[in-house]
C-alpha cells in the first residue's frame, strides 16, 4: 500500500527533506516534513496521574450462576452469556516508565460493554484501602510519590513523605499491613486476586437492594515474588509482568479468573463491630462466604498499546440499571474524580467517551452536541429534548432506565468522621496473625526494609507507635531490626485493637497457593557438553505441566549440546538470572561446570535459586557450580538425570521451599 499523507496524499520520498540543492538550507515550505513532524511532537499525552503504568487484554465474563435474585443488571440473568470486557491490570505510585516489580498496589480495572452500556469495576489486588474519606486522596498520592524538591525516590514508598503521612494516619494501619505483605509484589497479574474494595449496591426486579463486596480469584491461584527477587526483576526485566500477561495469551493460555459477591443486607451490616462502608475494613470470607458468580478470561491482546491500553478510561459512575453505590464516603469522591482527571488526561475535551477502546457497544444517542474531538456527524435540525418537530427523536424511558436507588437519608450538613469509622488496628492485627509463620516475618522484614529508608527519625518512632497499637510484639519485632531498642513512641487510640476477632485463613497467600506449574516458568541453564536428548525430555515434560520452558546459555546463539547439534538458548546467562523463573535447572557436565564456576554471574544465577527458596534440578555433572554456589541439599535441590525429571517436576510444583528460608534470612 502507498504511504499518504493525513489529507491521503500519496509521498514520493520519505527518506528526505525538500532542500535547495543536495546540501542547501530545507524549506519551509516542505509540508510532508512539517506534518509528520508535528504530529510526532505531539504523541504523547499526560500520564494517568496515577495507575500510570499498565497492561490491559481483551476477553469475556461469562455468566455461570444467574444473580438475578439480587440484580437486574441484563448481563447476570443468562447462565452462559458472555459479555466483553476489557481489563487493565496497573502499578499506582511508578510513573508510566518505571518498573513492573516495586512495592505497590495492584490496580484491576474490568470494563464490561454490557447490552445495556458500560459497567467499569475500578478495584484493586488488595481489598482494602489506605483512607477513609476521598478528601485525603492528593495528600495520600504526594505523600507517597516522589517527593517534590528532589523527584526521588520513584516508585517507592521507601521514604520519608510516605511513612510521614500514614504515621499521623492511624486509618492507614489496616492497608500498612497489607502493602508490606508479599500482596504487593505479585508473581504475575494472571496470579492476584481483585476487589471491589468499596460496598456497593445491587437492586433486583422488585427494586430490593442488596449490599455486595466484589471479588476475582485467579484460576493459576495466588502467588507472589520474594522481596530481593523484586528488587533484582526490576533491573533484569522491568517489563516482567507486562510481558508476563502478553506471552500468556499469545500462546493461547487465557488467564482466568473467578467472580464472585459477598452479598448481604442492612441487618447482616448492623451486626459488625465496624462499618460496612468504611473502605480500610473487608469482611471476612469465614463470615461471609463468597457466591460464585462468572468467570472472566482474558483471550486477547490488544492491537494498539497507546489506543487501547492508554486511552482506556475507567470510571467509577459507569454502571448499568441494578447496580448502584452507597454513601462509602471514598466511592462518593471516587465518583467525581475519575471523568474530571480524563478530560486533562484525553485530549481536554469532554469527546473521549467516542474512541473505539471507550464507546459502548450498544446503541448510544442524546443531544450532547460538539466539544473537542467531535467523531460523530449527528444529523437533523433537533439537537434537545423535548422536541415535536421531528418524529422519532430519542427520549427518556423511565422503565428501562437507570433509576437511582431511593435510599432514605438526611441529616445535618457535616464534615466529621462516623465514630463507627474509628477502630484502626483491630483489622490490621487480624491481618498480620491470619498469616503463616513464612509470612508474617516477611511483613516484619518489609517495614524493615522501608523504615530503614526512612531518615527522619520520629517518624520512624511514630510508625512502631501505630505498630505497638496493633500489637506490641509487632512493633518490637521492628524496632529490634532498626536498632531502635525500647524507642517505641506511645500514640494515643480511643479504640485499642480487639484481640478476639477470628483469624481469616483466606487473608494467607502460602496457606491457599495452588500446587501447580501451570502458567510457570522452568529456567535451563546448558552449556557445550549439555545431554540434548535430556533437554528434550525436560523440555516436554514441562510443557506438558503447563509451564514455559527457557533455556539460558553462556552464548545465545546456543550450546553444542552431546550430539554434536546446537541447543537454541532463550537467554543468555547474564539476561537470564534465576530471579525470571520459579524452578531451574542445572544440564551441565563436570568441564561445563568448572568453566561456569569461577563466573560470578554463573555463581548468582544458583545461590540466588537457592536463596529465593526455588526447586533446583541438577545434574550430577554440575555440582562444581552448586558447591561454589553454597547450595546446601534439601528437598528441593532434586537430581534430573537419568529420566528423574518427573520427581523435580512434582516437587517445583508445590512451590518454594519456606522450610529453607531460614537458613538464607534470619527471622528477627
Ligand atoms: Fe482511583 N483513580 N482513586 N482508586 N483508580 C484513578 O483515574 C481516585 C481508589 C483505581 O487502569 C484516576 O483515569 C480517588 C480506590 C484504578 O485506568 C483518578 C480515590 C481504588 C485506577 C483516581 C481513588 C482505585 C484508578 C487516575 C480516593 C480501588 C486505574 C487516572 C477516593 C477500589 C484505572 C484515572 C485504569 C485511577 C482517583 C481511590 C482504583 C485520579 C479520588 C479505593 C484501578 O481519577
Redesign the pocket.
Known sequence: PNLTTNQGLVIADDENQLTVGSKGPVLLEDFIYREKINHFDHERIPE????AR?S?AHGYFELTHSLSDICKADLFQRVGERTPVFT???I?GPNRGGSDLYRDVR???VKHYTKEGNWDV???NIPV?F?QD?MK??DLIHAQKQEPNSGFPQGQTAHNNFWDFVSLTPESTNMLMWIMSDRTIPRSYTMMEG????TFRLVNASGKSTYVKFHWRPKLGLQSVIWDEAVKINGADPDYHRKDLWNSIAAGKFPEWGFYVQAFDEDFAKKFDFDVLD?TKLIPEEILPLRPVGRMVLDRNPDNFFAETEQ????PTHVVPGIDFTNDP??Q??L???L???IT?LGGGPNFAQLPINAPRCPMRNFQRDGRMQMMIPKGSVNYSPSSLVSDTERENPKAGFNTFPSHDEGDKLRIRPESFGDHYSQARQFFYSQTETEQNHIIYAFTFELSKVMAKPVRNRVLGQLNNVDPKIAQRVAANLGSGSMIDRVSTKVPARTNLKLSPALSIIGKAKPTLEGRMVGCLVDDGTNTQMISSLKAATLKTGAMFKVIAPKVEGAKGSDGQVIDADFQLAGGPSVLFDAVILALTPEAAQRLAPQPVAVAFVSDAFSHLKVIGYTPGAMALIQKAGVVPDAGIVEVSGGMGDAFLAQAAKGRIWAREPQVRPVA
Do not use: E, M
Open positions: 494517568r496521574v496515577v495507575h499498565g490491559a487493565r491490570f496497573s499506582v490496580g484491576f480495572a475500578a478495584g484493586n484501602f483512607i476521598a486522596f492528593p476487589f471491589g474494595v468499596h473502605a482506556v478510561a475507567y470510571c471514598l466511592l469522591g471516587r467525581f474524580s475519575y474530571d482527571t480524563q488526561r
